[in-house]
């Protein structure tokens, strides 16, 4: 039987790396790609629109499922049913009195900012709504960061839970800027192929190069900060292999290999083709690719959501390995 705190942590996690993902693209890739001539002005309309709305979704589904985690996590402290945990205050004293509810309450007031600022950047122009862009940055960024608190970064004491909690932070902040990202860069993709008005191809390439240079930051972060918190929550090597979490790990691992590989090819074989494509079939045909490498990327990335979802809830092989012994 699925764990239903597993499904709403996975729920949140992904929904929140989208939402943290579609704000990054839009302030790093989006921006100065619409600055460029010449202006793209349908494509450029629809995924603005488009993304807008996967925005909207995905905030709206990160506050219910941290709302349902909440409610879940409370159930299984009180050991009652979901009726009980209201009628009784249990979720209050999770909300009032535990690091986890600190943290939920940092967040949801973040999730709420984040909610306030989108919603005036929709309603203004010039320097105000650059100004907007780069606040729902940092709010994203804060919001998807803050995640840290209610993993197993948080559990320890002293100087090591601060750089476990900083490698978490950084390892979710990385998340967003390549997997979540990937999701608009896909509606971009569609979008342009879709209209095919003047220079598209090249504003196709454009976005990929600037995506891949900003993946290639976040793979290097995702590398440092996963060796790190591997070596708080391994007991060994060997518990890659002797334990439930060591072996989950180890699948996490070959995806996120996977994923490099595939955006290793796009980088090196699909951007170039954009740039060097004469014809609209040629460049469509490539773009199309880009797409479905793309997908895939996505995929597995969510699929590594599920994983660490689950990773989330078990004890670290570092504890179960000290049980071993």
């Known amino acids: 039987m699925i764990d239903p705190l597993i499904v709403a942590r996975d729920l949140h996690l992904a929904s929140t790396i ?3 993902g579609v704000i990054f693209f839009d302030l790093f ?18 995924f603005q629109s488009s993304s807008r709305n996967v925005l909207w979704v995905c905030l709206a589904l990160s506050i219910a499922s941290a709302l349902a985690w909440l409610w879940l996590l409370s159930m299984r402290i009180g050991h009652q049913d979901f009726r009980d945990v209201i009628s009784d205050g249990t979720v209050w004293r999770v909300l009032s009195q535990t690091q986890f509810g600190f943290a939920w309450q940092m967040r949801l007031l973040l999730g709420a900012g984040l909610a306030v600022c989108l919603l005036l950047k929709g309603t203004s122009g010039g320097r105000l709504a650059g100004g907007l862009v780069f606040l729902a940055g940092l709010l994203a960024a804060a919001y998807l960061g803050s995640l840290a608190f209610a993993g197993h970064g948080a559990e320890g004491l002293g100087i090591e839970q601060h750089i476990h909690l900083a490698a978490d932070f950084l390892h979710l902040i990385a998340a967003g800027l390549w997997l979540g990202a990937l999701v608009p860069l896909v509606l971009l993709l569609v979008h342009l192929g879709r209209f095919q008005e003047d220079g598209w191809a090249s504003a196709a390439a454009r976005a990929g190069s600037r995506f891949s240079t900003l993946g290639i930051f976040a793979v290097g972060i995702l590398l440092v900060s996963g060796l790190v918190n591997a070596a708080f929550l391994l007991g060994g090597m060997h518990s890659l292999i002797d334990t439930a979490y060591g072996r989950l790990l180890l699948l996490k691992v070959v995806l996120f290999a ?9 980088r090196q074989y699909l951007v170039p083709r954009l740039y060097g494509s004469r014809g609209t079939g040629g460049a469509s045909a490539t773009a199309r690719r880009f797409v479905q490498s793309a997908l895939v990327e996505i995929a597995m990335g969510l699929a590594i959501v599920c994983i660490v979802g689950a990773l989330g809830i078990m004890a670290p092989a570092n504890d179960m390995a000290a049980y071993l012994h």
């Open 258 to 266: 996977a994923m490099v590989c595939l955006a290793g090819i796009n």
């Open 29 to 46: 890739i989006a921006v100065a790609l619409w600055r460029t001539k010449p202006p793209l002005l349908a494509a450029r309309a629809v």
């Open 18 to 20: 989208i939402v943290a």
